[in-house]
């Protein structure tokens, strides 16, 4: 099974600051990586599909990058509304697809 | 519109068997891939299962010999048979919607609490 490794697993920071979230997969993935938003309470929202994809909708601050195990998330300008969680998610191999531990944004 | 709605969860004794329903609007649930997510109180994402259009099913190490995915094309709906839960199955079930097989899962339902205690 693919494993993937967020880091950090948890984030300070303020209004207007850029943040990166980093993804490692066990093996290579190609660009088969998703990005995910949830809120408390709330189901995940698909944020960045194919490494660098903007979902539809989804403002562009947010940005994606990379191939192959190494991918990074990243915020250019942080809104109070991006205070979240995040997750990475691989949908390269046959099943199981696995998540990243998740990123935990808070404000400092 | 895209709808995913859950149902069917609730607290259930350790042993005990629970099937969860997922029933799409908006598209056609035997053209995709539909699977089931999970998230422990406090935890992280844990996939568990998904069903291909082919009828091709597969599950997560932790429930695989105990939970069943499976459809009812004329209703529209997956569901998750659950049965010899645990207490770690304890989570919100989140249905998710894959339109390839190697897509993201871009839509989801507002998910269902599956609580197993004694």
């Known amino acids: 099974d693919i494993q993937m490794t967020q880091s950090p697993s948890s984030l300070s920071a303020s209004v207007g600051d850029r943040v990166t979230i980093t993804c490692r997969a066990s093996?290579?993935?190609?660009?088969?990586l998703n990005w995910y938003q949830q809120k408390p309470g709330e189901a995940p929202k698909l944020l960045i599909y194919g490494a660098s994809s903007l979902q539809s909708g989804v403002p562009s601050r947010f940005s994606g990058s990379g191939s192959g195990t190494n991918f990074t998330l990243s915020i250019s300008s942080l809104q109070p509304q991006d205070f979240a969680t995040y997750y990475c998610?691989?949908?390269?191999?046959?099943?199981?697809?696995?998540f990243g531990q998740g990123t935990k944004l808070e404000t400092k | 519109e895209v709808q995913l709605v859950e149902s069917g969860g609730g607290l259930i004794q350790p042993g005990g068997s629970l099937r969860l329903s997922c029933a799409a609007s908006g598209f056609t649930v035997s053209t995709n891939y539909m699977n089931w997510v999970r998230q422990a109180p406090g935890k992280g994402l844990e996939w568990v299962s998904v069903i291909y259009t082919g009828g091709s099913t597969y599950y997560a190490d932790s429930v695989k010999g105990r939970f069943t995915i499976s459809r009812d094309n004329s209703k529209n709906t997956v569901y998750l048979q659950m049965n010899s839960l645990r207490a770690e199955d304890t989570a919100v079930y989140y249905c998710a919607r894959d339109t390839s097989g190697y897509n993201p899962l871009d839509y989801w339902g507002q998910g269902t609490l599956v609580t197993v205690s004694s």
């Open positions: 998610h691989q949908s390269y191999s046959t099943p199981p697809r696995t």
């Open positions: 093996q290579s993935i190609s660009t088969y």
